[in-house]
C-alpha cells in the first residue's frame, strides 16, 4: 500500500513598517528615489556610525503583537546577526534573537474546514539590507542603499498550517490586520509584505517533521499557493523514490514555474549572534502599553457586526466591504453623504469590483471622492442619470475622479425631463413601426422591449425608461 504523506508549513513573514523613517537614522523610507538618495552613514555602515532607535517602530511592533494576541517582552533589546552579503553594509544586521518584542501569539483563520487557529511563534524588529541590482550587460552587480535600515517585523508562525489555502488565508488575515492599524500598506509588488516558506513533508500519523527546506522570492500570494504545490510535490518524489530531502534554502521561480538550491540552510550558530553593544536595552511600562492599546481601531470582525446592525447589511456584503479599511472607509463616508448605505453597497460591490478586476486594482488602489460617489448615487436616485449612464461616468470617476453632475451636463448625459420631447420621439417610433404595433396587439407583449429601445435610441439615452415604458402602453 502506497504512503500517505502530509504537508507541514510554517512562515516566516517581513513586513515593511510605514514609518516615515528608517529605524536606526533619519533617512527617508519612501519607496522608489535615485538608488542611494535616501541614504547616510548609520545606514551604510560606516565606521563610527551610531544607531539611535526609531520610537514609531516600537509602537507598531506593539500594536500588531496585541491585535496577534502575542505576549509582551517588557523588557526586550536588540542582538547583531552576522553574515556578509553585499548588500548588507555592516556585514551584520541588527535584529532580536534572545529577547523579541513579541512572542507566543495566534491568528484565527476560516477555511473550507471551518476556523483554525495559526501559532504566532514571535514577533521581532530588525532593520533591512540593501538590493542588489544585476546588469546583465555589464555583467556586474550594482548595490542600492535606499532600503537599508528600513524598519521591519519579522513575524514567525509555528509550523501550523498544511495547505497552500491555509497558508493564503493567514497571510491575508495578517496583512488585513496590518492595514486596518496602518503599520503597513503590506503591498507585495513593492515588497513591503515578505513571506519565506519553510516545507517539510512527513508519513501521515508521524509526529516526527521531515526535513525543511525555505523558499524565497514570493512576491505574489499566487507566487507563494505555486511555490508551496511545487515543493511539496517534489518533496513527495524524492521520499517515494528513496532519496533524501536535503535542508536547503531555494529560490522559487515564477516564471518557469519551479524552484532551484541557492545554498544549504544556515542555523541560528552560523550567524553568531551577539547583543548589539550600540543600543541600550527597551523597557516598555504598562502605561505605554495601555496607551498603544487604547488607539487599536475597530478591527474587521467589529465593523462587520456593526455595518449588519446598523446599515441593515446581509453578512456577505458587510464582509466583503470591510476586508480592507480603504474600502470599508470609503462606504462610511460615501453612504453618510448619500444617506444610502443599500445603494452605496451596491455601486462598490458591483461597478466598483467589476472595474478594479478588469484593472487588476486593489482596493488600495482606489483614489477618487466618496462625495463624487455620493453625488452620482443621488443623481440616478432624483431621476437626473439613468443607470446605464451613470455607469459611464463612473467609469471616470474610477480613472479621473470627476465631479460627476458637472461631467454630466458637460457631455449631455442629464435626463430629459421635458415630457413633451419623450411623447414626440414615442409618436415617431409608434409610426416607423406599424407592423411592430400590430404584433403587440395581437398578444405578443415582448415586443413592447424594442419599442422601448428605439424610443431610447432616438432621445440618446437620456430619456428615463420606465416614463418610455409607461407612455408607449397609453398609446398603444
Not at 535600515?149 to 514567525?156: A, F, K, R
Not at 492599524?181 to 501521515?204: H, Y
Not at 521561480?253 to 527597551?282: C, G, V
Request: proline share 4%; glycine share 6%.
Amino acid at each position: 500500500m502506497a504512503k500517505q504523506y502530509e504537508t507541514v508549513i510554517g512562515l516566516e513573514v517581513h513586513v515593511e513598517l510605514a514609518t516615515e523613517t528608517k529605524i536606526f537614522c533619519g533617512c527617508s523610507t519612501r519607496f522608489g528615489g535615485a538608488p542611494n538618495t535616501h541614504t547616510c552613514p548609520v545606514c551604510t555602515g560606516m565606521p563610527g556610525s551610531l544607531p539611535v532607535l526609531n520610537k514609531k517602530v516600537v509602537e507598531y511592533a506593539l500594536a500588531l503583537g496585541m491585535a496577534a494576541n502575542c505576549q509582551i517582552n517588557q523588557y526586550c533589546r536588540f542582538d547583531r546577526k552576522n553574515y556578509f552579503y553585499p548588500d548588507n553594509p555592516q556585514n551584520y544586521q541588527i535584529s532580536q534573537l534572545y529577547l523579541p518584542i513579541c512572542h507566543d501569539g495566534w491568528l484565527e483563520i476560516q477555511t473550507s474546514g471551518g476556523p483554525k487557529k495559526i501559532r504566532i511563534h514571535e514577533m521581532h524588529m530588525e532593520e533591512d539590507a540593501g538590493k542588489l541590482i544585476h546588469d546583465e550587460w555589464e555583467d556586474c552587480s550594482l548595490v542600492d542603499y535606499n532600503r537599508s535600515g528600513v524598519p521591519l517585523i519579522e513575524i514567525v508562525s509555528e509550523p501550523d498550517m498544511r495547505t497552500s489555502e491555509e497558508v493564503i488565508a493567514y497571510l491575508e488575515k495578517l496583512r488585513m490586520i496590518c492595514q486596518y492599524l496602518g503599520v503597513s500598506d503590506c503591498k507585495l509588488q513593492e515588497g513591503s509584505m515578505r513571506a519565506d516558506v519553510n516545507l517539510s513533508v512527513r508519513e501521515v500519523g508521524s509526529t516526527e517533521f521531515g526535513t525543511r527546506t525555505e523558499m524565497k522570492n514570493l512576491n505574489s500570494f499566487k507566487a507563494i499557493a505555486h511555490a508551496i504545490d511545487g515543493e511539496r510535490e517534489r518533496q513527495f518524489e524524492l521520499l517515494e523514490e528513496g532519496r533524501e530531502v536535503v535542508q536547503e534554502t531555494r529560490r522559487w521561480d515564477d516564471n518557469k514555474e519551479s524552484s532551484h538550491a541557492m545554498r544549504s540552510k544556515e542555523d541560528a550558530k552560523d550567524y553568531r549572534y551577539f547583543p548589539d553593544p550600540d543600543l541600550q536595552p527597551i523597557s516598555i511600562s504598562t502605561e505605554w502599553m495601555e496607551q498603544i492599546k487604547s488607539r487599536q481601531p475597530e478591527f474587521q470582525e467589529e465593523k462587520s457586526a456593526r455595518y449588519q446592525k446598523e446599515y441593515e447589511l446581509s453578512a456577505y456584503d458587510a464582509n466583503i466591504l470591510t476586508q480592507s479599511k480603504h474600502l470599508a472607509d470609503i462606504f462610511e463616508e460615501t453612504a453618510g453623504l448619500c444617506g444610502n448605505p443599500k445603494k452605496t453597497a451596491n455601486w462598490l460591490m458591483g461597478e466598483t469590483m467589476r472595474l478594479m478586476k478588469e484593472k487588476s486594482m486593489e482596493p488600495e488602489d482606489l483614489v477618487f471622492t466618496p462625495k463624487h460617489l455620493a453625488d452620482l448615487i443621488l443623481a440616478v436616485e432624483d431621476g437626473k442619470i439613468n443607470q446605464q449612464n451613470a455607469k459611464k461616468v463612473f467609469g471616470h470617476i474610477m480613472d479621473e475622479d470627476v465631479e460627476p453632475v458637472a461631467y454630466m451636463k458637460e457631455h449631455g448625459l442629464l435626463m430629459v425631463s421635458d415630457s413633451g420631447a419623450i411623447e414626440a420621439a414615442v409618436d415617431e417610433v409608434l409610426t416607423a413601426n406599424p407592423k411592430t404595433v400590430e404584433e403587440f396587439h395581437s398578444g405578443k407583449e415582448k415586443v413592447l422591449g424594442f419599442l422601448v429601445g428605439q424610443v431610447m435610441k432616438k432621445m440618446k439615452g437620456k430619456a428615463d425608461p420606465a416614463k418610455v415604458n409607461e407612455l408607449l402602453r397609453e398609446k398603444l
